[in-house]
């Protein structure tokens, strides 16, 4: 009765959706008039202060009179922005004034560079190429913190791109005034006579949670880039040579209780390297870092992984979040393939003679160097280039005797990608992208190589987008004479959708060969698909009744296994959020169900085909509810669950998950938050492992799957802590504890077509996995673009298995925090070296 229940409500949220999309117009969203600014030229530059007081400023032409983005597009400004622009032949300045009614409706919290508090801001956005789909940002708040981003089709809106630039801010009694010097140094254009570029600016006011922007942005129209106005007036701009140093050292001292004899419980290391920028020509940047050190990047989120497929971690290496939106086209690059795990690791122990052990297992494959070319022409080509290279990796084994020897993990390696990516008309673009991995010696090397495009109309409404990949791997497994399996492999996808209004809509179909295999330097977590969706959308985004805004969303997703083609799963969803008027709640729920599955990947065998996990019928629903994020205490709260349909003896399957992460801000310097996180998976049924002959149970179901219904509780609790002293030092601390359990109620042998046959397995198969991180972090910008960083990191981690293991939460804790833990105390200064700055410091140069 509940699932027909569910259904109902699901039949009847679609419905109501379809409804409120014939209700409302069906003219296609246009976009806005593209307004115009001239920047004044000048030949002596203003004094960077936050006051903008020099004649030049009033001689500028003004852009004011901004348009509401949210929370009620369209809407004139009640508070005026002043903006005016400035440039010379070295640099592009900005001054921007915003009226306000008092000071205390300035919202100017601190924060991290790159970090988004609880702030207003000014920003400007600049498309340099006008090819509406690239483009630079420029943020600045209140209290001095700078943002910057780039904006691409393939990346988004992305903050992990950093530019060196200066600013400053002051209050004037109701007003707050930035002044901003970007160089052209920072950022890439042609060297034609005159040009236009792209721009906007946009001020938030966060007193009354709005946005505004110069040229006016509708959210119901695709794209952001393409609707930026335009700065004239530039002449004779020379791109600059682009050329910096970024040399740094570091040294590390690290501490771990081997209590082993002839091993050092501490250690110590002294690092040096550098990173390079230069402009090739006016396009081009060739980036590079010379024996990188990651050491003092923030710790992985650990997870218990019961899943046939691998975790997929956060980048958080900033070479390979900087400026990388080119070599993300089409999703065939997973950076974190650079430099990881050494492809041998888990053989070290595999290769130990008698009265052997392994002392030495390095699990991160140590970069040489990797460098990265990548620009637009003024034609809107562009061209990427990424290559790194690893050197040989050791594992260390030693005798009872003490004589040691090394035993290869990871062969020298090149990493390589290629990219080229043209802008059409009409926010469309066609890319190619090719991928490589070799390796030296009789290992396997890896090529992938992919075509993608989207084209869309001249009014921007329909669009249709394709991806024609395929991969190619040669040579033979690592350690071993056998060939490598999945040698040649193939992807496609089409894509046909509406793209703007409020209504939208989009049907996919695409297929992932069997042998399509891109996982040497991209991420796929499972091949041998036939997928097909439809996907609707029904947004208002204007206020209406006591809401600011409504989005909702529903569809159904169907996959077949490719080879055999066999029925795998159909999903129909629907849900929506809103955020109310006046208590500026956001509130949001979502809603699927999905007839009985076939889960092919579950019992880890190959080929794909002959054994299925059965995943009967089943419902989701799901809720979240966000408070008011300007308020002294603010918090989110999620909640999930979903109810399995009975199948034969399997009953009361379910799962449920909670979240609670509030925050509190006891001033605009100092900020605390914790997550919590808890979820329980109730008679699940999953992969326990594989039955061979040491198993005490009846031959008959030797090298079966083995099959356990389990009960899986995860707790995770997370507390973040944030000082900054000011726009440029601060100091950030995070601790993690992640626990896991495994219990074990019985067990079953997979046979084919899905059919479960009790087993009478004794062995116990329960686990709990707990893990303990603490970060923190001091920085000091002590110059633009230098940073000294001190780090604490403490890690510890257990896997206790059969009668070790514990559901009880506090007993795990009290094993990870009795584990031996590793510490480390790290120092890193760089600084940033400009070639035209330093030029101009040398005696006789032309100040």
């Known amino acids: 009765m509940r699932f027909r229940i569910i259904l ?68 004139p400004e009640n508070h005026p922005t002043e903006v005016r622009v400035l440039y010379d032949d070295a640099a592009l300045y900005i001054g921007a004034v915003m009226h306000d009614v008092s000071p205390d409706s300035i919202f100017r919290e601190l924060s991290q560079r790159d970090d988004m508090s609880n702030t207003d801001f000014f920003a400007v956005f600049l498309d340099t190429y006008r090819d509406k789909l690239n483009g630079y ?127 050092r419980n501490t250690s110590t290391s002294f690092n040096g390297g550098a990173d390079v920028k230069w402009g090739i020509n006016e396009s081009f940047t060739l980036d590079a870092t010379l024996v990188p050190d990651f050491g003092q990047v923030q710790s992985d989120n650990q997870v218990l992984n019961l899943s046939p497929f691998e975790v997929q971690y956060q980048e958080n290496r900033q070479f390979f979040t900087e400026g990388t939106e080119l070599f993300n086209k089409g999703n065939l690059f997973y950076s974190r393939r650079v430099g990881a795990q050494p492809i041998g690791f888990s053989e070290a122990e595999n290769q130990l003679r008698d009265g052997e052990k392994v002392v030495s297992n390095p699990g991160v494959t140590r970069l040489l160097n990797a460098t990265k070319v990548s620009g637009r022409t003024s034609k809107g080509l562009g061209v990427g280039v990424f290559n790194a290279l ?26 390589n990608i290629f990219v080229l990516d043209q802008s059409l008309k009409n926010n469309s673009y066609v890319s190619l992208i090719n991928t490589n991995v070799t390796r030296t010696g009789a290992t396997y090397d890896a090529n992938v190589t992919g075509g993608l495009f989207r084209f869309a109309n001249k009014s921007n409404s329909y669009a249709l987008d394709g ?130 599955t076939h889960n092919f990947y579950e019992p880890r065998t190959s080929p794909l085909g002959e054994y299925y996990v059965r995943v009967p019928a089943n419902i989701g629903a799901a809720a979240f509810v966000s408070s008011d994020a300007r308020k002294k205490l603010a918090y989110d709260v999620n909640v999930r669950g979903r109810w399995h349909a009975n199948d034969g003896n399997r009953t009361g399957r379910t799962g449920y998950d909670v979240s609670l992460s509030p925050r509190y801000r006891i001033s605009n310097q100092l900020t605390f938050r914790y997550d919590l996180s808890w979820g329980v998976r109730q008679n699940q049924i999953g992969y326990a492992g594989a039955l061979n002959q040491d198993e005490p149970l009846d031959v008959d179901f030797m090298n079966a799957p083995l099959l356990g219904r389990r009960r899986v509780v995860t707790i995770t609790n997370t507390l973040s802590g944030a000082y900054t002293f000011n726009n440029r030092m601060s100091f950030t601390i995070r601790m993690r504890h992640y626990t896991s359990t495994v219990h074990y ?38 110059a633009p673009g230098s940073q000294m960083s001190v780090v604490w990191k403490n890690a510890g981690s257990s896997f206790l298995e059969a009668n070790e293991a514990t559901p009880l939460y506090f007993n795990n804790l009290s094993n990870t925090m009795n ?28 100040k």
């Open 8 to 75: 109902i409500a699901f039949l009847l949220l679609s419905f109501l959706a379809s409804y409120g999309q014939k209700a409302t117009t069906t003219a296609t969203a246009k976009l806005a008039p593209k307004r115009q600014l001239n920047a004044l030229r000048i030949t002596q530059a203003p004094k960077l202060d936050g006051v903008l007081d020099e004649p030049m400023w009033q001689e500028a032409p003004l852009a004011n009179k901004f348009t509401q983005y949210r929370p009620n597009p369209g809407l």
């Open 137 to 263: 940002g420029f943020f600045l708040t209140p209290g001095g913190v700078q943002l910057d981003a780039r904006y691409s089709p393939a990346g988004g809106e992305d903050f992990g791109w950093n530019a060196v630039w200066e600013s400053r801010t002051a209050l004037h009694g109701t007003d707050w005034v930035a002044e901003l010097r970007i160089p052209y140094s920072a950022i890439r254009f042609s060297a034609a006579p005159e040009q236009v570029w792209g721009l906007n600016f946009m001020r938030r006011r966060r007193s009354t949670n709005q946005d505004f922007l110069w040229n006016e942005t509708k959210p119901e129209v695709d794209g952001f880039v393409n609707q930026w106005g335009e700065l004239a007036g530039l002449r004779d701009l020379k791109p600059p040579l682009r050329l910096s140093l970024t040399p740094y050292v570091s040294t590390y001292v690290n501490h771990y209780p081997y209590q082993e004899q002839g091993t």
């Open 390 to 415: 690893s050197n040989n990796v050791y594992a260390t084994l030693r005798d009872s005797l003490g004589a040691e020897r090394k035993v290869l993990t990871q062969p020298f390696a090149n990493y």
């Open 467 to 596: 991806q024609l990949v395929y991969s190619r791997r040669r040579g033979q497994a690592f350690n071993s004479e056998a060939p490598i399996d999945d040698q040649n492999g193939y992807k496609y996808s089409l894509g046909f959708g509406k793209i703007s209004g409020n209504f939208t809509w989009k049907v996919r179909q695409g297929i992932e060969s069997n042998s399509y295999n891109p996982n040497d330097l991209g991420i796929l977590f499972g091949n041998n698909n036939i997928t097909q969706s439809i996907d609707l959308n029904y947004n208002k985004y204007k206020p209406f009744w006591k809401v600011n805004n409504m989005y909702t969303y529903y569809g159904v997703t169907q996959s077949l296994l490719y080879k055999p083609t066999r029925y795998q799963d159909v999903t129909f969803y629907a849900g929506g959020n809103t955020t109310f008027t006046k208590s500026f709640r956001t509130v949001g729920a979502d809603l699927d169900y999905a007839p009985a």
């Open 745 to 782: 109620r019985d067990f079953s042998s997979l046979g084919e077509d899905g059919k479960e046959t009790p087993a009478d397995y004794r062995r116990n198969r329960d686990t709990s996995f707990n893990a303990f991180n603490v970060d923190a972090v001091f920085s000091w910008w002590f």
């Open 819 to 846: 584990t031996p833990h590793n510490n480390s105390l790290s120092v890193k200064v760089l600084y940033y070296l400009d070639y035209l700055a330093v030029k101009r410091m040398l005696p006789g140069a032309k």
